[in-house]
């Protein structure tokens, strides 16, 4: 079993409309979530930060994870065709490793 | 912006040529990484480097090496190149590594062919 699931899609969404994008995870040292996003032939940048369980907004973007469920969550709001990327969901444990595991990744199109 | 950058971007070569892919980040980051990406695969974790002279190998089996003779270069070798390498490599560097605030720095990645 991976450490880490995640739908590879593809989402196929209209303009305007709410994406949820999820991450399922099995080891429940992991303390650190984020989720990256990744444009065609580009290497993935970082969205979003979170430490432990809660809610974090940054403008259309919130971040959610529930670690009693080992689930994460990225939802979009009023999505945009820029929008339309690859978004990988990745978990560390923290203290001294330096790995972070990634999810496969969800491709996003956002229709005009 | 990241300052972090990769050559060459996409490379076609023959089976059993050794190549190097080059990767330099001018933020002064001691941590860096390699990342191997296939198409509907996660990203791997091939090799990691925590500063100068220091290098580990990562979680997936790769044949190739790597070096950190200083802290902004950290090139990836195939002695050997084969079809079964053919993928995309991502590097990548961080100030304080995924088990502090996390941020990786990627490059646009390294998209090597063999046929």
Not at chain 1, 63 to 87: E, G, H, M
């Amino acid at each position: 079993q991976k450490e880490v699931e995640q739908d590879p899609g593809p989402l196929s969404v209209p303009e305007g409309a709410i994406v949820s994008l999820n991450c399922t995870y099995s080891n429940s040292a992991f303390q650190y979530f984020m989720w990256y996003r990744q444009y065609s032939r580009k290497g993935p940048e970082l969205l979003m930060y979170t430490y432990s369980s809660g809610n974090k907004e940054d403008g259309r973007f919130t971040a959610q994870v529930d670690k009693s469920s080992k689930y994460i969550s990225l939802f979009i709001r009023d999505s945009q065709p820029s929008d339309s990327a690859t978004y990988l969901c990745a978990m560390a444990e923290g203290g001294a490793t330096n790995k972070l595991i990634f999810g496969t990744g969800t491709l996003l199109a956002v229709q005009p | 912006e990241a300052d972090i950058y990769q050559t060459p971007r996409y490379l076609v070569i023959g089976t059993g040529k050794k190549i190097t892919l080059e990767c330099s980040q001018t933020m002064g980051h001691d941590k860096m990484y390699w990342y191997q990406q296939d198409p509907g695969m996660e990203l791997h974790l091939i090799h990691y480097s925590y500063g100068v002279n220091s290098t580990e190998k990562g979680d997936l089996s790769s044949e190739s090496t790597v070096s950190r003779i200083r802290t902004e270069h950290f090139p990836l070798t195939l002695e050997s190149a084969r079809p079964s390498h053919t993928s995309q490599y991502l590097c990548a560097s961080s100030e304080y590594g995924a088990g502090g605030s996390g941020e990786l720095f990627f490059g646009e990645g390294s998209r090597l062919t063999v046929l």
